[in-house]
């Protein structure tokens, strides 16, 4: 579900920029006059003598853009019921991220805006752009792991579901009470019908258009109406059952192919997965590649000649909108992850230090849909319009720039966790300065042909998925045996040195490589909290003997750097350095070679 999530929006991004570029292109070329006046064009519906009609840019803004949230609480749902916010140790830091990078944003806008005519777009620069910072995330490439992705991801989340929140109570003018009351007894006849599972489509849009409707004549934006109904829409991980029956339906079809048992088969697999996921995958292209474009194009449109841009830069509505989203996000997000970390109210997916979330609180600042949303519902003069847009512009610009360069500097400094054809060129000694000894961790014969000794740190994502490739090797040479050494990479993996103690403390049970296997296989989970759990279950005190510990544990990293160890994992194989790749192929095959030899 992540990993098809980010690939919508990163490819949508070039579709956004392009709409972006002709939505400028338009409102500066010798038609601008008709950029307003097509966007103003009326349209509506008429029904005998009841009309309802909006201009353009309002059915944009608060018809297809209801799609938009729409989806937004389509994966809202899908988070907290089967996805990353079912953890409450997952979703408390990029959910204190999310909250900090919207307080310290407003902040920032209202220190410079605060009892003036701007004061009341203080919720412009509170809200990330999901898909213009997944789409930077696709160029950083290498240097933006997919726990980032999914950190960001839950972030961008929390932080939607908080500016609709904002815009709800700040961004509502006035309350027109009979349609409201229409509005929420259409809210609650759709519950109901969710209540007694009743699925049938024309029913929920024709209601939900008319909750559209009513919602929009209350005063209330109708894009609420969108995260409502996306959170209602049901999710459910596939049953056993439905599978079993998806299955048999598949299985009759390939042994007597009919348009029946093609039509059952279709059917079935269908109803295996949930409604929510169906109605993600067909609305996502239309959201990222239409319905957010077409909003860019008809809000992004903005005058830069020399009058509105020297307006601009001495606007405090358009340095506090840059400065929001350039250093306001930045502190925000960056204190808002620091802070749960620190009195251990969560932890971090994946293996990510703080080089990476620096980058990603930089990109964060990029702010455009929901900013350029909230423009249009914070100011009605065109000309601070104008300026609250060119800031838009001008913080997601400098975000964007920030993010690059904190990603290439945290890259290139400090530890390297890579795996060694990864580093850069260097003299390294090619032989094993410690040979294998009596107080090593052994995996395997004493009188094995080849010995393989790993270089190894328990939060490297590297080794492990190094873990599995070497166990496949032991399992199919006999005549092979695995040690282990720690070369814990501090500056990068603030938990490994501590899950090495622990390690050590489970040796001195004889049950070292029962906690090997299980730090790899639980690499997310290593926090002080998690490593006794994995005491208790094999009855080790894992801190019995830290000083002790600590000292066998630099022995090994004395013996790597001797070596020329520089990142994990780095392998020798009977002695001397294995410079081809990591993957079952060639260390099966310089295996293969050291057997061969006299």
Partial sequence: MLRAFFKTEAGSTSVLLVATALAMVWANSPWAGTYESFWHLPMGISFGDAVFSLDLRHWVNDGLMSVFFFLIGLEVSYEVRLGQLRDRRLIAVPAVAALGGMLVPAGVYLALNLGGPGAGGWGVPIATDTAFVLGVLAVVGARCPDPLRAFLLTLAIVDDVLAIMIIAIFYTASLQLTALVVAVVLLAAIVLLRWLKIWRAPAYIALGFGLWVATLESGIHPTLVGIALGVLVFVYAPSDQKLLLAGEAVQEFTTEPSARAAREASRRVQRAVSVNERLQLRLHPWSSYVIVPVFALANAGVRLDGETLRAALTSPISLGIALGLLLGKFAGISLGTWLP???GWGILP????????????????????????????????PAIQSQAKIGILAGSLLSAALGWVVF???WDRGGVCAPPEAEPDEELPDVLSVPVGPDDHVRGPATAKVTIVEYGDFECPYCGRLHPVLDEILRRNPDVRLVFRHFPI??????????????????????????HDILYDNQRFLTDADLEHYAAELDVDPWADVAGHASRIALDEASGKESGVRGTPTLFLNGR????????????????ELRGSP
């Avoid at 900013?371 to 003069?381: E, N, R, S, T």
């Avoid at 501090?490 to 029962?514: K, N, Q, Y």
């Fill in 577 to 592: 350095r294995h410079k081809g790749g990591l993957d079952l192929q060639s260390i099966s095959r310089a295996v293969e």
């Fill in 350 to 381: 994946g293996n990510l230090v703080w080089g990476q979330l620096l980058g990603g609180a930089a990109v964060s600042g990029i702010g455009f849909t929901v900013a350029l949303f909230i423009v249009d519902l914070a100011f009605d003069d």
């Fill in 341 to 343: 970390l620190r009195f």
């Fill in 408 to 410: 290439r500097l945290a």
């Fill in 490 to 515: 501090r500056t990068l993996h603030p938990r490994a040195a501590s899950a090495a103690i622990v390690s050590e403390a489970a040796a001195d049970r004889g049950r070292f490589w029962e906690m």
